[in-house]
């Protein structure tokens, strides 16, 4: 029988049998139930080679027996691997299950691992986003902007009211410090295309926070409204050789080499 003192016991092939013989009638036509025939059984048919030419009495209903106890096992052990599929730590057979239910993978996850996603509580407050940010790299702050809907009478100005604005949104503002944030891949001047080129204007793109923005998408709730400000992550200047670049509308650069003649030259 099944020992019932160990916790998640799983029975085995012998003990299914036992359990099964237990389960016919009592008395003198029904010798298997008896306690002792089941065990004799077990040690007679291990010995036996092809078919037997007698049987002992209650080894035919042992050996009937014995073909239930297969099926019984089979479903048993199944049903005992099914109980290690519940914990993320013990699973195996239903791995691609739990990677569905809990949308792995994502790369903007903040928890790619598949057991840390389940063990993770979540939080409301700005030091869990400052938490899961530095964890992928980003060095941000948070605060949270509470803008009332709405006027102290005789204090609000006519006209300055925005059609389709957030008035009355829970807002929250994330500060991003670029230069401690190892995330960051700082940008680098391009050589200015001609006729696009203004005074003042960076030559370079506006710093990408994409891959951060993609991870507080992920633990931020939908009905916060997020502005996100940008502190340093100034681009790197292009290399000065002397030369004065430019890119025609072609793609190629337009190179000044002495400061008379251009020559241009296949990027």
Not at 39 to 46: C, E, G, H, M, R
Not at 158 to 183: F, H, N, Q, R, T
Request: net charge negative.
């Amino acid at each position: 029988m099944a020992n019932n003192e160990r916790p998640f016991h799983c029975p085995t092939l012998f003990e299914s049998f036992v359990a099964t013989c237990a389960l016919w009638p009592r008395g003198r036509a029904w010798p298997v139930s008896d306690g002792t025939t089941p065990t004799s059984f077990w040690s007679w048919i291990a010995g036996v080679a092809g078919i037997p030419a007698s049987w002992p009495t209650g080894f035919v209903q042992a050996g009937y027996s014995a073909a239930i106890a297969l099926v019984r096992n089979f479903v048993e052990t199944r049903l005992c691997a099914l109980r290690q599929e519940f914990w993320c730590q013990t699973q195996s057979e239903t791995y691609d299950q739990w990677m569905i239910e809990y949308g792995l993978p994502d790369a903007c996850d903040p928890f790619p691992d598949l057991c840390t996603k389940v063990a993770a509580i979540g939080g409301t407050r700005c030091e869990y986003y400052q938490e899961i940010a530095s964890r992928a790299g980003w060095s941000i702050r948070c605060s949270a902007l509470d803008l009332d809907c709405g006027a102290v009478m005789g204090c609000s100005q006519m006209g300055c009211d925005e059609m389709g604005g957030l008035e009355g949104s829970a807002y929250l503002l994330i500060e991003v410090d670029l230069d401690e944030s190892p995330a960051y891949v700082v940008q680098i001047d391009n050589p200015p295309y001609m006729g696009n080129f203004q005074m003042g204007f960076s030559f370079a793109c506006e710093p990408d926070i994409t891959p951060l923005k993609c991870i507080l998408d992920r633990v931020v709730h939908a009905h916060m409204v997020i502005q996100y400000d940008l502190i340093g992550g100034q681009p790197i200047p292009p290399v000065d050789d002397g030369l004065a670049y430019l890119i025609d509308t072609d793609g190629a650069f337009v190179v000044d080499t002495d400061n008379s003649n251009i020559m241009v030259e296949a990027t």
